[in-house]
């Protein structure tokens, strides 16, 4: 079982940029894939982005694609999620979650943090 704590929500306006982090133990980190996912209030969770156990591979939705960078320190036990040029519809809570045995297609996030409020505001 994985532990996974994220951090860095807050609020932030139309535009700005923030970066939230996962903190993983528990398990080796370097041996698992990584996502990010949210939901917004009175909506389904949705995928944001995964990256592979060594970094070297990274997928995101296309709502994100050229905003959002997901990293991951595998020294640090810890994935990143930097968000720039943020709109208000992306408000939501954002999650961290550890995926020990899927693949990007076939994921198996079995694991996830308890979340991170992000609010952008208009």
């Known amino acids: 079982q994985v532990q996974l704590v994220e951090s860095g929500g807050g609020l932030v306006q139309a535009g700005g940029s923030l970066r939230l982090s996962c903190a993983a133990s528990?398990?080796?980190?370097?041996?698992?894939?990584m996502g990010w996912f949210r939901q917004a209030p009175g909506k389904e969770r949705e995928f944001v982005s995964r990256?592979?156990?060594?970094?070297?591979?990274?997928y995101y939705a296309d709502s994100v694609k050229g905003r959002f960078t997901i990293s991951r320190d595998n020294a640090k036990n810890t994935v990143y999620l930097q968000m720039n040029s943020l709109k208000p519809e992306e408000t939501a809570v954002y999650y961290c979650?550890?995926?020990?045995?899927?693949?990007?297609?076939?994921?198996?996030?079995?694991?996830w943090g308890q979340g991170t409020q992000v609010t952008v505001s208009s």
């Open positions: 979650a550890a995926d020990l045995r899927g693949t990007y297609l076939n994921p198996m996030y079995v694991d």
């Open positions: 528990g398990r080796t980190f370097s041996s698992y894939a």
């Open positions: 990256i592979n156990r060594s970094g070297g591979v990274t």
